[in-house]
């Protein structure tokens, strides 16, 4: 009995837990879209300058971290079987150094305010050791023997290691030590292809075959993709910043890129394969996120064989395309399954008869992602432009983020309040009754 | 194994959800009602077969009454809701209200199945190891 002393599977965290990460991330999302439009476009032409350092992080931190870190606090006990220790305090306390911590970075990097990028320094690694913390204290007691198990642990700590080396840099900023800028593609690796790719990897070999009732990921690719992906971030980090061997670390970039490649091909395969036929908001960004990855990777070699292809290009296809495209998916199927879940759920323990209650299309009518999704496509052929020609199609670009910010903030706002005035009315009949 | 059969039968369960669902969207309402009909009994015969025979045998040697077969039963009472509110639009000819219900059971659905599969049904191996094809052609019995 004592190895299911862990176990609930009635672990849902309540809604909060992961919807104040979710309800956040349109606002720098937002905050992004804000400073394409109003940056001089000549600061786009140079990857170092404070307008790209801090839509970046906007970018990753303000949205990508945030939604993903919310995720994670519900798909590890949803998929693991194993809630978070102390879940409503962990998510608080997350939630509340994050936000200052990514405006405090962002304003730090942008403007170039010492205090700012020092407050960061402390108030970033909080946040996430302190979900990360939970989470792993939580994926160390699961009794899933899935593969997303491990995924999961490994993304945890290749998002550790991003954080040391981002912090490596922020002292740099402070003039601690001599900025070590090579470390900068070091951070940005760990960070985008070790946490982001292994955290999606992880939910996907589960959630794609769930939401589209698609044939299950090849046994053999989920068990060797997370081992021969870390084996390969180590090989071409080794390569290149310890080492100092070309081949080593072409070698590994080309392990990660077969590896991503692969990945993609068999989410799209499996796609075609799908039992569920009928049209998904969902399931378009899926594959507009596996043809990023594939035209990311095919971009990054092109580069390497002297095509002359913007050095950043492939890294936003990589992170706008792939990265946004299946966060935002994701995002449009959790929040009103959630809504529907924890109504249905409340209704039970008092007895009531769930009747009336909203179900997914109503907590957010399909129109709104498909919506999302059209303006989105637009939005990342403006943000590839911007390699080009910053000057022709920064503002636009900003203004669609913004606007995109501006729905995407609404839908979840709206589901929000559909379920706050059903739950109002379920505690009346439950207390009447 | 247990897990075996009853992972398969999910699938089977997926697919009938499916066909379904599909009859709904291209407005074919009388097959829709005949194979709305056969998913509904195909996932209550799965219920069945847990709650009548493979819970309660998990229980009585485990002494786990109120653990994750307990949570398991809620689960299937909250998509038995769904079934009536699916079987209301579909009586409607709504299929807005029906497509809205169809994919909140298919989330239900599949994070429960994900749930039996990993977690509960390999503890339903490992306890009822002994007796396991006896349990099965109880299961199959059930309802019939």
Known sequence: ?433 | MISDFLSNDHQHCDQLFAEAEQKVASGEWEAADEEFQRMREAIEHHFEMEEQVFFPRFEELTGMTMGPTQVMRQEHVQMRDLFDSMAGALAARDSDAYLGDSETLLIMMQQHNAKEEQILYPMLDAHLQGEAEALLERARDVGG
């Not at chain 1, 799908?274 to 971009?299: C, H, K, Q, V, Y």
């Not at chain 1, 309040?417 to 059903?422: A, V």
């Open chain 1, 1 to 433: 009995m004592s190895r299911y002393a862990g176990l609930s599977l009635a672990n849902t965290p309540p809604l909060e837990v992961p919807l104040r990460f979710f309800l956040l991330a349109p606002w720098f999302l937002g905050a992004a879209g804000l400073l394409l439009l109003t940056a001089d476009p000549a600061q786009w032409l140079n990857r170092w300058t404070p307008a790209w350092l801090g839509l970046t992080h906007l970018w990753v931190l303000g949205f990508m971290l945030v939604v993903m870190l919310g995720a994670l606090q519900q798909v590890v006990p949803i998929l693991l079987g194993s809630a978070l220790p102390a879940a409503e305090r962990v998510s608080r306390w997350g939630h509340r150094l994050i936000a200052p911590g990514v405006l405090f970075l962002v304003l730090g990097l942008f403007i170039g305010c010492r205090l700012c990028l020092g407050a960061a320094a402390l108030l970033l690694p909080a946040a996430v050791l302190v979900v990360a913390i939970a989470a792993l204290v939580a994926i160390s007691r699961s009794l899933s023997e899935h593969p997303s198990r491990y995924y999961l642990a490994l993304a945890l700590l290749a998002l550790m290691v991003t954080l040391v080396l981002g912090g490596w840099l922020l002292l740099g900023h402070l003039g601690w030590w001599p900025l070590p800028r090579g470390f900068t593609d070091l951070h940005l690796t760990w960070g985008l292809l070790g946490w982001t790719v292994l955290l999606v990897t992880g939910v996907a070999w589960q959630v794609v075959p769930m939401f589209q009732i698609t044939p299950r990921y090849p046994g053999l690719l989920m068990r060797w993709f997370a081992p021969l992906f870390f084996f390969g971030l180590l090989v071409w980090s080794g390569g290149r910043w310890w080492l100092h061997r070309p081949w080593l670390e072409l070698a590994g970039q080309a392990l990660l890129s077969a590896l991503l490649i692969l990945f993609a091909l068999v989410t799209l395969w499996l796609q075609t394969r799908r039992r569920r036929r009928i049209p998904d908001a969902t399931l378009d960004f899926w594959r507009l996120a596996m043809g990023s990855l594939l035209l990311a990777n095919g971009l990054w070699w092109l580069r390497l064989a002297g095509m002359a292809i913007p050095e950043l290009l492939p890294v936003l296809v990589f992170a706008a395309g792939f990265v946004g495209s299946a966060i935002l998916g994701m995002l449009y199927k959790i929040l009103p399954f959630l809504v529907w879940l924890h109504l249905t759920s409340r209704a039970q323990a008092l007895g009531l008869v769930p009747r009336g209650l909203p179900n997914m299309n109503q907590a957010i009518p399909s129109a709104r992602p498909r919506l999302l999704f059209r303006l989105y496509l637009t939005w990342l052929l403006l943000l590839s432009g911007l390699c080009w020609w910053p000057q022709w199609v920064a503002r636009p670009a900003g203004a669609l983020l913004l606007l995109l910010a501006l729905l995407l903030g609404t839908h979840l706002l709206g589901a929000v309040r559909i379920h706050k005035s059903h739950r109002a009315r379920l505690e009346r009949e439950g207390g009447g009754g």
